[in-house]
């Protein structure tokens, strides 16, 4: 396995500056592909900020009573793209860590909707790191167009992720703790700081 440098979270500055006077009660929104790691994460980080922790994924399956690929084999990509931002706007919650779909970055009303009470968090993994943790897609619910491989749509998600985040954390070689350590670190110094 080969060692990692250990990079500093990238920051969207501007962005951050007229979100830090909202910190106190602004939820903490994780983005990233599909394997990035968003819910596990998002439950240690909650816990760890002692924060409530919402699943976006949940809150869609919950509300259509149905699994995410159940969904997409039913409605289609673009309907199960309707029900997730749907699904976003009807959210409502305050000092929460969320945990999004990787494909909520394809509907910009839904990530204005998560970044006007939130700092969107970018959880980066290479393709690498994706294609080891997922094991079946079909079952997994990912929005895809038949016949799209997993490297098109990683290369089509990484510039929206990269437009839509505040902080960019690189977890490659990082366990899940060391994760969430980092991202719960950055936050709380960019808190304190001001900055």
Known sequence: MKEV?????EINETRW???NSQMRQSNIVLIGMPGA???TIGVLLAKALKMPFTDTDLVIQQREDKFL????AEKGIKGFLDIEEEAILGLSVKGHVIATGGSVVYRSRAMEHLSSDGLIVYIKASFEEIEKR???IS?????????????????ERIPLYEKYAD???ATDGMDIE????RIRSEILRRKRSGA
């Open 139 to 155: 079952t997994r619910g990912i929005a895809m167009e038949k016949g799209q491989t997993l490297y098109a749509l990683y290369c």
């Open 178 to 181: 060391k994760a969430v350590e």
């Open 17 to 19: 500056e007229q979100k």
């Open 134 to 136: 997922i094991k079946n």
């Open 5 to 9: 440098a250990e990079k500093r979270p």
């Open 167 to 169: 902080i960019t954390v």
């Open 69 to 72: 690929h159940e969904i997409i």
């Open 37 to 39: 790691g968003k819910s």
